[in-house]
């Protein structure tokens, strides 16, 4: 029976990574110091939200879908309940690291203004001295330190970043270019993996878009974004051949299935080679 792992939203209140955000204060952190540290905390995490600012750069590397229900676009890190691109606690040379992996353990938290966010830290995270001298200070004399600055100025384009990715998801649901898939996986032992509830763009509505459409997201930067998406699904094979290398199985390459609006057909077991396919949810 294959493994699925569901690309869903986060049973947990808390956003993925943290397990204890505070909001940043002078009075309640003016102590407090931030280590240097690697990326262990994304160890077990097999996807990670990015936005629009930085798919055509996570599209060279990672899948690209789109979460099932907010249509969040998602970058997929692995087959299964862990990330192929965590070794050793470090992030894999010459690949792209997600904004979202890069801002961590800081991060915005809503305030009691309906619109309004405040820089927040992740308490829980190992990074942090709450005294001593080991690190670099949050603030200095009652003022945000270096650190502390850049991470909000890295933060406050984030979330600006987010908004217009929450606009692209909203227009490509508006035109009913979203469609349900899994993607099913063999390994060259025979295992079997998958990755469900996530959703791609349909490249033959896609395809069939009016005129007036093309042309307003042509000039709205939209249509490349579509097509960083359909290219990046390619990388599903890359990401099979890479859990077959680290599983200790040879890697060899296989031509990865088309994702079009018809069920692939299923993957052979029998070869040596890894395959994957992206069907219909339901088929």
Not at 52 to 62: D, F, M, N, S, T
Not at 151 to 171: I, N, P, S
Not at 178 to 200: H, N, S
Not at 256 to 262: E, F, G, I, K, Q
Request: glycine share 8%; charged share 20%.
């Amino acid at each position: 029976m294959a493994s699925q792992s569901p690309v869903s939203a986060p049973t947990s209140p808390l956003p993925l990574f943290y397990r204890s955000p505070q909001p940043l204060s002078s009075a309640a952190h003016g102590d407090w110091r931030l280590k240097g540290g690697d990326t262990a905390f994304a160890a077990d995490t097999p996807y990670v939200p990015i936005v629009v600012g930085e798919l055509a750069a996570a599209a060279r590397v990672y899948p690209i879908v789109f979460a099932a229900g907010d249509a969040q676009p998602i970058a997929v890190l692995g087959l299964e309940h862990h990330n192929l691109f965590v070794e050793g606690g470090r992030w894999a040379e010459d690949t792209y690291v997600p904004a979202y992996v890069r801002r961590y353990p800081f991060g915005f938290i809503a305030t009691a203004n309906p619109d309004g966010f405040a820089l927040a830290i992740d308490a829980a995270t190992n990074r942090v001295v709450q005294d001593g001298e080991d690190g670099a200070p949050l603030f200095e004399n009652g003022e945000p330190s270096a650190i502390t600055r850049e991470a909000l100025e890295f933060c406050a384009a984030f979330g600006r970043d987010a908004e217009l990715t929450r606009l692209f998801a909203t227009v490509l649901a508006e035109k009913g270019l979203l469609i349900d898939r899994r993607a099913d996986a063999t390994l060259p032992d025979g295992r079997k993996l998958g990755l469900d509830g996530f959703q791609i763009v349909d490249a033959e509505k896609f395809a069939a878009l009016d005129d007036e459409t093309v042309v307003a997201w042509h000039r709205l930067g939209l249509l490349g974004l579509v097509h960083h998406h359909l290219a990046s699904l390619d990388r599903f094979q890359t990401l099979l051949v890479r859990q077959a290398r680290l599983g200790g199985e040879p890697a060899a390459s296989a031509d990865a299935a088309t994702p079009d609006s018809a069920p692939a057909r299923s993957e052979v077991a029998e070869t040596a080679t890894p395959s994957v396919s992206i069907k219909s949810r339901k088929a």
